[in-house]
């Protein structure tokens, strides 16, 4: 502390590149602070640090953060304390930064920028990564053994190019110290905290049960689907509260000797209809998001679904490498090979067949649609067009056609939401009928009007299907990253940068937190800096997938970050699906 405080002293009044000389670990006693990276002038990105304290020490039980599902918890609840520290340290006019794709607290990528009137450029901004309404890993709050690291973002202080080596000292001494005092155990509300546990360990449970009981979603009862609105993700105050269908009601024994009840959803082909702005497709947006855990008061804490869950969507214009999408799409004009598909602007039916196949091949066994961005053609034929446009004349098989074969040969499950598409009640094991939000069974009534109008009988495609499985180029995929400098960077939740490489990733619902893009950046640059050989795809993200369970996001990536969100293995694949090079044999 001492010699930070000298060095600070020593170096006021001196050209900025002079802060690179404090660049070291302090003891402030309490903690230990980490300047780990400094910025290069007082326009760029701030500067990063970190603080380490001993939870043992602060007082804190080891049973709070003792099982993997615990200790996520644990440092989620930090996080958000972090975050209400650093912007009661700002006081007021903390500057949002602008927003992603869903909000709640994700309104930006970082929390706070206190520090106006303190310099030049960035000086005296402190922020942290922002969180939105999941429990998932990131990298600005880890544990290891009892020790927690928190990582955050300070603009070291210039008038000018000319270091406040006074100003400097406020911060590095007094603003951290009043952030790192609102973590301590006592002006925590461990109540809270110990709540923010259970009710993780508790959806977490409840993931385990479900699997024992064939289900690929459960819908708690009570539960608020319904968001504030398209950029606030939090819950909608009033919202009409879930409650299940008498026949779909499942009581699921927790291992804790609890009980939960709501909507079970079982494998199978489930479509969900009604009429438009009637909630299909708030319940449908609810079961995606269920892959992940959700915070105490969010409504959704006891939506989960299966972690192999996929959405699906239309994507016109993906590019697409060496794909095979025969099981949907054959005998192309010029005969256009459909087992090693490749175009620079795919269509809406192939990029959707794509799509499919490459989260199949990847694992998933529940693929989620929604009919408003579905391709119609690739979704259904009806009786006239199929008359008019011979079956040798039409490359498409509908998906109507296929997804019965999907559930048989691959168990493959499907939930379609569908308003004009009717024609799936004839292959659906369960029809849900969404009215002002309520969820009613209509299975039984559906299948009798399917009976009653059917104008021909949907003629199940039973030809054999075996997704295809990626090999990697390994001489070429370290050519994005030749760079020394290599620069990763997320524009939200649009687009992934890797040097001049631009990926769009606007149709990759799953995605929740800005942080998830830098985080698949900085995956691909670790993997594949070096020739690695030529991996299969699938095998490389399920052995990346079973290494990081029990591993820090920074300790695994070789890179210490504060701003990175742990990605399933679905969307880093379909990120790597997505770059537009030659990087599969």
């Given at each position: ?14 050209g ?6 404090i ?5 402030f ?10 910025q290069g002038?007082?326009?760029?990105s ?20 003792d099982?993997?599902?615990k200790k996520?918890?644990?440092e ?16 007021r006019g ?8 869903e ?10 920028r206190?520090?106006?009137?303190m310099?030049s ?7 942290i990564?922002k ?8 990298s600005?709050?880890e ?15 210039a ?19 009043g952030?790192?005092?609102g ?15 259970k ?7 409840v ?8 289900l ?78 959700h915070?105490?008061g ?14 699906i ?11 095979d ?5 054959n005998?192309l ?5 459909t ?6 602007n795919a269509?809406?039916?192939?990029s ?29 034929r ?5 008359e008019l ?8 098989t509908p ?11 691959l168990?493959v499950?499907?939930?379609i ?8 009640f004839?292959v659906?094991?369960n029809v ?7 969820v ?13 109008y ?13 997704p ?16 020394k ?6 524009r ?27 985080f ?12 690695n050989g030529?991996?299969d ?25 504060g ?10 694949g379909a ?9 599969f044999?």
């Amino acid at each position: 502390m001492r010699r930070l405080e000298r060095l600070l002293r020593d170096i006021d009044g001196r050209g900025y590149k002079a802060y690179k000389d404090i660049k070291g670990s302090y003891n402030f006693g309490s903690y230990i602070l980490n300047i780990i990276k400094v910025q290069g002038d007082p326009f760029a990105s701030p500067s990063l640090l970190s603080c380490e304290i001993d939870l043992i020490k602060e007082g804190y039980s080891k049973k709070l953060y003792d099982t993997p599902s615990k200790k996520l918890a644990f440092e989620d609840y930090f996080l958000r304390k972090l975050g209400q520290a650093i912007r009661s340290s700002a006081g007021r006019g903390v500057k949002e930064e602008r927003g992603s794709r869903e909000g709640g607290e994700q309104r930006g990528n970082r929390y706070g920028r206190p520090g106006r009137g303190m310099g030049s450029g960035k000086s005296g901004n402190i922020s942290i990564l922002k969180v939105g309404q999941e429990i998932i890993k990131r990298s600005a709050v880890e544990i290891s053994g009892d020790k927690l690291t928190f990582r955050f973002y300070l603009g070291l202080p210039a008038r000018g190019r000319t270091v406040l080596g006074r100003e400097a000292k406020t911060l590095l001494f007094d603003k951290v110290k009043g952030i790192y005092e609102g973590i301590t155990a006592k002006n925590i509300h461990l109540d809270k905290l110990e709540r923010h546990v259970k009710v993780n360990e508790r959806s977490d449970m409840v993931r385990r049960a479900m699997a024992g009981e064939g289900l690929i979603s459960f819908i708690g009862e009570g539960s608020i689907l319904a968001r504030k609105n398209s950029v606030d993700d939090r819950p909608m105050t009033d919202a009409v509260r879930f409650k299940s269908p008498g026949n779909m009601l499942v009581k699921l024994k927790l291992e804790d000797g609890t009980t939960v009840e709501g909507m079970g959803i079982k494998r199978g082909i489930t479509t969900i209809t009604g009429g438009g702005f009637h909630g299909k497709s708030t319940l449908l947006n609810a079961i995606e998001k269920g892959v992940y855990n959700h915070i105490p008061g969010d409504g959704r804490e006891l939506v989960i679904t299966t972690y192999d869950a996929v959405k699906i969507r239309a994507e016109d214009g993906r590019s697409i490498e060496k794909a095979d999408i025969s099981t949907f799409i054959n005998n192309l004009p010029h005969k256009k090979d459909t087992k090693s598909f490749t175009s620079e602007n795919a269509s809406g039916s192939t990029s959707q067949a794509c799509n499919i196949m490459e989260a199949i091949e990847l694992g998933a066994k529940l693929l989620l649609i929604d009919e408003d961005t579905s391709a119609t053609n690739f979704m259904v034929r009806d009786r006239k067009i199929q008359e008019l446009i011979s079956h040798d004349k039409e490359p498409i098989t509908p998906f109507i056609e296929k997804v019965g074969s999907l559930r048989k040969q691959l168990d493959v499950s499907t939930i379609i939401v569908v308003g004009g598409l009717g024609d799936y009640f004839s292959v659906s094991d369960n029809v849900l009928m969404l009215d002002e939000y309520r969820v009613t069974d209509i299975t039984k009534r559906a299948k009798e009007i399917d009976e009653k109008y059917r104008e021909s009988k949907i003629i199940e495609d039973e030809t054999s299907i075996v997704p295809g499985r990626k090999k990697l180029n390994g001489k070429k995929i370290p050519l994005l990253f030749n760079d020394k400098k290599c620069k990763i960077r997320g524009r939200d939740l649009d687009e992934l940068s890797i040097n001049k490489d631009v990926v769009d990733i606007r149709s990759l619902e799953q995605f929740v937190e800005n942080g998830q893009v830098p985080f698949v950046g900085e995956l691909l640059k670790r993997l594949f800096t070096k020739s690695n050989g030529n991996p299969d795809l699938r095998d490389l993200l399920d052995r990346v997938e079973d290494e990081m369970k029990d591993e820090n996001i920074c300790n695994y990536l070789r890179a210490e970050q504060g701003s990175l969100v742990f990605t399933r293995k679905y969307e880093v694949g379909a990120v790597i699906n997505r770059i537009r090079r030659e990087l599969f044999l």
